[in-house]
């Protein structure tokens, strides 16, 4: 078990990212959702600037708002971004008044090379059902998508199913979604769906980046930090 120590090089990072992956549980055991929480993270001077927002569910609300910033330690390395970003993920986290009872975060879960991106790094480090819903393909191929909102099909790497392209919008490029922890990818599809408006992103993840990358803070109901 990872013991909250984070890795001081490549090899200790892949052994702590096996050993979470093995960890996840890839169907439900999460209780009822009435506060869904976008995650994401960018850069300010060589640090690591994270988001949580914490919106009410399924009316979307903005309830609770925390961001972190800490310095960045670990190389830019494809696949293990989550020991740049999850440190700063976790102090916000910390932080909240209101505490989701679902997160989704901006980066894949087990569409990963090692099945530990961030959302399942998160997830298992802070116990809380978590969903990937990532931009961008990491790994994996799937089939034709079809044009229709809520359209998805899997996406598979290596003969096994890791997530799913996900339409939320006529006309757009697709999401892909995957397992974080403590929530069926199916289950995943439809969280996803319902934090969706009329945007290509949920929500959640345009909340997050809202504050993450460009400070702009939700409006919150119990008055903001």
């Not at 001077?45 to 009316?59: E, I, K, N, Q, T």
């Not at 345009?206 to 990358?213: E, N, V, W, Y």
């Amino acid at each position: 078990m990872w013991d909250g120590n984070w890795p001081a090089n490549l090899e200790e990072a892949r052994v702590i990212q096996q050993r979470l992956s093995a960890r996840v549980i890839a169907h439900d055991a999460h209780g009822p959702v009435q506060t869904v929480a976008g995650v994401d993270a960018g850069y300010v001077a060589g640090d690591a600037r994270a988001a949580v927002v914490v919106l009410a569910f399924p009316s979307l609300e903005p309830l609770d708002y925390a961001v972190a910033r800490r310095p960045v330690d670990f190389p830019y390395i494809p696949g293990y971004l989550s020991f740049r970003e999850a440190p700063a993920v976790l102090d916000a986290l910390a932080t909240l008044r209101v505490m989701p009872d679902l997160l989704i975060c901006d980066g894949h879960g087990l569409a990963h090379p090692r099945r530990c991106g961030i959302a399942c790094h998160l997830g298992v480090v802070a116990d809380l059902p978590s969903i990937g819903c990532a931009k961008s393909l990491l790994v994996g191929t799937h089939g034709a998508l079809p044009d229709e909102r809520g359209a998805w099909v899997p996406l598979r790497d290596r003969d096994e199913v890791v997530g799913a392209a996900l339409r939320t919008r006529r006309g757009v490029r697709p999401v892909y979604v995957s397992i974080g922890h403590r929530v069926a990818l199916e289950t995943a599809l439809q969280f996803v769906m319902a934090c969706v408006t009329r945007y290509r992103l949920p929500e959640t993840t345009r909340a997050a980046d809202a504050l993450a990358s460009h400070n702009r803070m939700p409006l919150i109901a119990i008055g903001g930090a």
